[in-house]
């Protein structure tokens, strides 16, 4: 007989192993079963839940995504055009979001949306929002604010790129600094 309330505890152990274990991993090329045993749990309660390796990680995905979104809601709260601006990049490099496992699932993430319609849809509606709220917070500090926001993103993916390539620890603060400075030249 299954418990009851144990789904949700359960989706969440396994999203989470599902991270852990594409960021050690470095790659999608970890198993439902390893997932699941670093879940704690068997390799068919795991396909119970998801289906699949890939839907897993989509929901891995899913679940960085409100995160990222969760940060940047509880930064914006009163703050001006820049303090908006601001926001948006520093939940980007956020401890819960700059770890090198999150990172790697991101990278992962963009490899599937070129051979992956959901994962390419979910990534796209994720490209739109970031670039619409980069846009409504440079509206007011330069002319050229679609501009801005498309080089912003760009740069805050060539960051991550980096990060994820350098061995050991992740530096939020140097990579909230070279963004922090494209925006002071690009404001000024």
Do not use: C
Request: proline content about 5%; cysteine-free; aromatic content about 6%.
């Amino acid at each position: 007989m299954p418990k009851l309330g144990a789904e949700p505890i359960r989706k969440a152990a396994l999203i989470n192993a599902a991270i852990a274990e594409v960021g050690r991993a470095g790659s999608l090329d970890v198993t439902v079963a390893q997932i699941a045993r670093a879940a704690g749990m068997s390799p068919a309660l795991a396909h119970h839940y998801f289906g699949s390796k890939e839907q897993m990680f989509l929901a891995a995905m899913r679940h960085i995504l409100k995160g990222y979104g969760q940060s940047v809601d509880k930064a914006l709260p009163g703050a001006g055009p820049r303090g908006r601006l601001e926001a948006i990049v520093r939940a980007s490099f956020a401890p819960q979001n700059f770890r090198r496992e999150v990172i790697s699932a991101w990278m992962n993430f963009y490899a599937l949306a070129v051979i992956n319609n959901e994962a390419e849809r979910l990534l796209r509606v994720y490209h739109r929002r970031l670039n619409s709220n980069l846009i409504v917070a440079l509206r007011p500090l330069t002319d050229h604010p679609a501009r801005t926001a498309e080089t912003l993103a760009a740069l805050i993916d060539g960051v991550y790129l980096r990060a994820v390539l350098k061995p050991g620890p992740t530096d939020a603060r140097a990579a909230l600094q070279i963004v922090n400075d494209y925006l002071d030249e690009a404001l000024a």
